[in-house]
């Protein structure tokens, strides 16, 4: 085996390791989620490698298979596969397996909808570019938020991960009170500038006879 087969071979390993983990710990399905995105990621860049002609880099098919097979195995766990095919979703013939994809499919593709919807008409309306980017806010802090998906935005492209809807919906609320208050502390300085500016402008108005009789 080169290098790359055995960094994957290693990568399945610790992934199996730490599903089998989330799973002990109160069945935490975000995890799972993340752990087999990790899983797939690293495959990708593992048959990324193979692109390159070099007959040593070509990838080893029965580890990919191993890879695959395992997902799907998972995936199954969790409902999100029917039937029994070793590899893959099926072909939803039997079982209600196209039900329960378009089920677990719904939310995301309706949130996917609704934020396009949103966008058009801001479009039509020949909204401000701001709008754009409270729209794209919206939806992260919204329905994806409520399924779990967590972005977050960087230099270049988003990054999203599965975590646990509660615990990225509770960082939002924090993420709101705490800009709250800054814009509450900052209302309250310009206020009490312009107590301090008006009552200097009033002592500049007392005459002069009067200021030293004070």
């Known amino acids: 085996w080169t290098a790359a087969d055995k960094a994957l071979f290693e990568t399945l390993n610790a992934m ?25 990621t690293e495959c990708n860049k593992y048959l990324g490698q193979g692109e390159s002609g070099d007959e040593a880099s070509q ?31 099926g072909d939803g013939g039997s079982g209600g397996g196209a039900s329960s994809k378009e089920d677990v499919a719904a939310p995301f593709v309706d949130a996917l909808v609704q934020f396009r919807d949103q966008v058009r008409t801001a479009a039509r309306n020949k909204a ?14 919204g329905a994806l938020a409520q399924l779990g998906v967590r972005i977050e935005d960087s230099t270049g492209a988003s990054i999203w991960k ?8 509770k960082e939002i609320a924090d ?7 800054a814009a509450a502390k900052k209302r309250q300085g310009k206020i009490d500038k312009l107590v301090t500016d008006i009552a200097k402008a009033k002592q500049a108005m007392i005459p002069l006879t009067k200021f030293f009789q004070q």
Do not use: W
């Not at 401000?128 to 802090?141: I, N, T």
């Not at 599965?162 to 919906?169: E, K, R």
């Not at 993420?175 to 208050?181: L, S, V």
């Open 175 to 181: 993420k709101r009170q705490k800009a709250a208050e």
């Open 59 to 89: 990838p080893k098919n029965l580890l990919v298979q191993k890879v695959a097979i395992y997902v799907t195995k998972i995936l199954r766990v969790l409902g999100v596969v029917q039937g029994n095919d070793v590899i893959g979703f």
């Open 16 to 40: 199996q390791a730490k599903v089998h983990a989330s799973l002990l710990d109160n069945f935490k399905t975000y995890e799972v989620i993340q752990h087999l995105v990790d899983l797939v």
């Open 162 to 169: 599965m975590d646990d809807p509660a615990v990225i919906q």
């Open 128 to 141: 401000e570019p701001v709008s754009y980017l409270q729209e794209c806010d919206a939806v992260r802090d």
